[in-house]
């Protein structure tokens, strides 16, 4: 009982490792770009549990909340996750359950019209690398290389 308590307090209180966001922008149109993302993950064998259009939500709800200014063209987040290797880290430390799912983002702005930006958040030294490696790959993928 004293360690369930221990471990529920530790996820309770437990900040990000890193505010860092691994970035890379590439010229094209978001549509494919974000097709790419979808189809590097899928072709991995990994299963996108939600793409959150959250460029189209901050439009749609811009006037509801006083907002004055378009932030992106376009941008999404597709979350996934690994079986084998979130096992993998969770079983290094059980507390690594805040970084899963796993996110890769891919945006525009409206003033750099077709400069895609892929991104996903820099993961903590140990074990995370692993999946920070997953992700980058992700990205190379999509973007080309």
């Given at each position: 009982m004293i360690r369930a308590t221990l471990f529920a307090a530790t996820l309770a209180i437990a900040s990000p490792a890193s505010a860092e966001l691994v970035t890379r922008t590439i010229d094209g149109n978001f549509d494919d770009i974000a097709f790419a993302v979808e189809s590097a993950i899928v072709g991995r064998g990994l299963v996108i549990d939600h793409v959150s259009h959250v460029?189209?939500?901050?439009?749609?709800?811009?006037?509801d909340v006083g907002g004055t200014v378009t932030l992106f063209t376009a941008a999404n987040i597709f979350q996934f996750c690994s079986a084998t290797l979130s096992r993998k880290v969770m079983e290094a430390?059980?507390?690594?359950?805040?970084?899963?799912?796993?996110?890769v983002l891919v945006m525009e702005t409206p003033d750099a019209p077709g400069k895609?930006?892929?991104?996903?958040?820099?993961?903590?030294?140990?074990?995370?690398?692993?999946?920070?490696?997953?992700?980058?790959d992700i990205v190379a993928e999509a973007a080309g290389n």
């Open positions: 460029g189209d939500m901050l439009e749609r709800t811009r006037a430390d059980p507390t690594n359950i805040r970084f899963c799912p796993y996110g895609i930006t892929l991104g996903y958040n820099a993961l903590p030294e140990g074990p995370m690398q692993e999946v920070q490696a997953l992700l980058a």
